[in-house]
């Protein structure tokens, strides 16, 4: 690897531009799921109960919460590219196991092979994109970086419920996902250049110190480290909430498919915009006051889901839900950078993301017991609460940087 690599997002923007697109590619295998997944469950298999309905959700957040610590670690062993094409590679079983599966298991293992998918092509990107940038721009590159992700969750998230909507729930929607692995497989194997040179010229300029036990600092121990490892978790399991019990609220309530598809994509459309601007606004302004207001204006809008009844309403509040994602997603990843040597970085990146999507599970799991007990504005009202507090804490226990 070239120690002498050069940084910044003017002399990398082609390679930049690449994995922005790539990184595109990898949100739409989401969004894929985002809004018919539950009505796929009801209508091909007859599941009703949202714990039994959400247990997709709870396997593919385990499985990419895991996937993210190894890629951390196998990021160094074996290098950018090739943990990228593996990961591309094992998204390829997933739209066709879809397309046939005979019973909920089989689902649940496509989504197992996706959260591996997951972890490995987003942690990676995400990884390269930071060495690729600078940093000075880091901020902005994670915004553009979380920008595409999430543009494209939206897009097909509204496209899979416009399609469910006039063709139907299956087959079709998911032959858009082979294509989508496809493609990206083949822009990674052909295009993609590997950025270890840009970490070890880094490496030579960094004085932030070593990490004594990088899975306890980067778990809680270290006050800034843990600060947003912990809101990284909450932020994900209010999104586990959204992605799964949403759909099924909004649909309780009446709406037709294409009605919630739209709602649905509000709020990563969004959230996936505003980080245009508030990435970039994170390398000017502290970094403490972007996360708490976040995860406040996060909360204050799934717990106004409880009193919401039309679409406007509904609509409004999942665009206020993703502003305030949008304040926090790319803050997570540059604060972790920042307060990270080079050397750690790809192990620190990889367990603040261990724990950040095992929020999905978490929230899945929260969701489905307290909706099957107590009905989903109880599920709503305490996801809600728990943003809040996370909130708090940064608050009271993070540093102004």
Do not use: C
């Amino acid at each position: 690897m070239e120690r002498n690599a050069i940084q910044g997002l003017n002399a990398n923007w082609k390679q930049f531009g690449l994995l922005v697109l790539i990184n595109a590619f990898v949100g739409a295998m989401i969004g894929i799921e985002r809004t018919i997944l539950p009505n796929y469950a009801q209508t091909l298999f007859g599941i009703e109960a949202a714990t039994a309905t959400l247990s997709f959700i709870i396997a593919f957040g385990i499985v990419k919460a895991i996937s993210n610590y190894f890629a951390g670690r196998l990021a160094n062993k074996i290098g950018r590219k090739n943990l990228l094409v593996i990961g591309w590679m094992l998204a390829l079983p997933v739209p066709l196991i879809l397309l046939n599966a005979p019973s909920w298991n089989w689902v649940i293992f496509a989504n197992v092979l996706l959260g591996v998918h997951q972890g490995l092509t987003w942690s990676t990107n995400v990884l390269m994109k930071i060495e690729l940038a600078g940093e000075k721009q880091r901020g902005l590159a994670m915004g553009l970086n979380e920008f595409a992700g999430y543009i494209a969750v939206a897009f097909m998230a509204w496209l899979t419920g416009y399609i469910a909507q006039h063709y139907g729930i299956h087959p079709y929607p998911f032959y858009l996902g082979l294509g989508i692995a496809v493609i990206g497989l083949l822009l990674t194997i052909f295009f993609v250049h590997d950025t270890h040179g840009h970490a070890l010229t880094e490496q030579e300029n960094n004085t932030i110190p070593k990490l004594s036990r990088p899975f306890s600092d980067t778990t809680w121990k270290h006050p800034q480290l843990g600060s947003i490892t912990q809101a990284g978790l909450v932020n994900n399991l209010n999104d586990g909430m959204i992605w799964g019990l949403f759909p099924m609220v909004l649909a309780k309530s009446g709406f037709a498919m294409n009605d919630i598809g739209l709602i649905a994509a509000a709020y990563p459309v969004t959230w996936g915009l505003a980080q245009l601007y508030t990435g970039y606004i994170g390398d000017k302004v502290s970094n403490k006051n972007l996360l708490v207001a976040g995860m406040m204006i996060q909360g204050i809008a799934i717990a106004g889901m409880v009193i919401a009844t039309s679409f406007l309403q509904y609509f409004f509040l999942a665009i206020l839900l993703g502003l305030g994602t949008a304040l926090v997603y790319p803050t997570f990843l540059a604060g972790i950078a920042k307060f990270t040597n080079p050397s750690d970085r790809p192990v620190s990146l990889g367990i603040f993301r261990l724990w950040r999507d095992l929020g999905y599970a978490i929230g899945a799991l929260i969701t489905g017991i307290v909706s099957d007990g107590l009905g989903f504005d109880a599920a709503i009202l305490i996801t809600a609460g728990l943003t809040i507090l996370s909130g708090l804490i940064i608050q009271l226990r993070m540093e102004f940087y």
